[in-house]
């Protein structure tokens, strides 16, 4: 199956687990509070607002607020890589370049240390399927040569596939969170 073929089918299925599974995004930020260490003096994580039949990071963004870790939306660029913004409660949210919400200009710029991202489609290695649009792993491959940063995937069980179609410009996961376990990538499934 091709990338844009394996695209096009897994956007439906997402859909589809999308209303299959209403308890999925409180899973998912289960998993993560019980199984992910975060340091609200180290981290910045970076969460996204969903749309498309992504698992919806609300409930994750509410208990990551509870925690004290700072948290930070992408901004899209027309032709670049990504940049973060510090998102509070009260950050003022307009649309980017790509139509999606994020913080305005005055929101402080942010360098996570963790990346929580939506998907398509996954494999154990890491090897994620996106959109399309290579916004995050053009990010990412900027972002890790200059430091660490942890790509963690959020996904349905469902959506993961025995070979995701990769090419050379494509990142990978460190890990990908679904409502019933943590999956490190390239070691296999640690929960």
């Known amino acids: 199956m091709s990338k844009s073929e394996m695209r096009r089918h897994m956007l439906g ?5 999308h209303h ?7 899973d998912v930020a289960r998993q993560i509070d019980a199984h992910v260490p975060l ?8 969460v996204y607002h969903a749309s498309g039949g992504e698992i919806v990071s ?28 510090i998102f509070e409660t009260d950050t003022d949210l307009v649309p980017d370049a790509a139509g999606m919400t994020a913080p305005d200009t005055h929101a402080p710029a942010c360098h ?6 939506p998907l398509l489609a996954f494999d154990a290695s890491g090897a994620r399927l996106g959109r399309g649009g290579g916004h995050y792993d053009r990010t990412l491959a900027g972002l890790r040569k200059k430091c660490h940063v942890r790509a963690i ?3 349905f069980d ?7 179609p990769v090419e050379p410009h494509d990142a990978p996961l460190d890990m990908v969170v679904t409502p019933t376990r943590i999956i490190s990538c390239g070691e296999g499934e640690r929960l």
């Open 39 to 46: 340091d609200p003096t180290q981290d910045c994580v970076a």
């Open 13 to 17: 299925l997402r859909r589809l687990l």
């Open 158 to 164: 469902e959506q993961m596939v025995e070979k995701c």
């Open 112 to 117: 996570p240390s963790v990346i929580i991202l």
């Open 20 to 26: 299959e599974h209403p308890s999925a995004p409180r």
């Open 58 to 85: 609300n409930d994750l963004i509410t208990l990551l607020r509870a925690r004290n870790v700072p948290l930070a939306l992408p901004v899209t660029h027309e032709n670049g890589p990504l940049s973060f913004r």
């Open 153 to 155: 995937g959020l996904a």
